[in-house]
Nanobody, 123 residues
């Protein structure tokens, strides 16, 4: 499975960005797609994840109410709409896939990773 993330950039605090991640290659009957982020000097952390049907979604507390994850299964694509961005959201954002229907925050459960896209929020 290859994952191609896009949509990162530089934005002022309070602004918005929309990340996209398209999966190609091997496919599964159902799979969870997630977003993680890693700031300099910090560990990779969970941001959001969504299962195949879209009925199970999870967010880290720090982005609840500001970020929205969604997916378009016909295109094997997951999106992360990020609103009201804060400087602490600055990080490299990675999309990931696990061949499961169980949403997880555990980095170790995700088998496939995209290359990352930089998000920088200026104050």
């Amino acid at each position: 499975v290859q994952l191609q993330a896009s949509g990162g950039g530089l934005v002022q605090a309070g602004g918005s960005l929309r990340l996209s991640c398209a999966a190609s290659g091997r496919t599964f009957n159902s799979f969870v797609m997630g977003w993680f982020r890693q700031a300099p000097g910090k560990e990779r952390e969970f941001v959001a994840a969504i299962n195949w049907s879209g009925r199970n979604i999870d967010y880290v507390d720090s982005v609840k109410g500001r970020f929205t994850i969604s997916r378009e299964n016909a295109k094997n694509t997951v999106y992360l709409q990020m609103n009201s961005l804060k400087p602490e959201d600055t990080a490299v954002y990675y999309c990931a896939v696990t061949p499961s229907d169980v949403v997880s925050r555990n980095v170790q459960r995700y088998d496939y990773w995209g290359q990352g896209t930089q998000v920088t929020v200026s104050s």
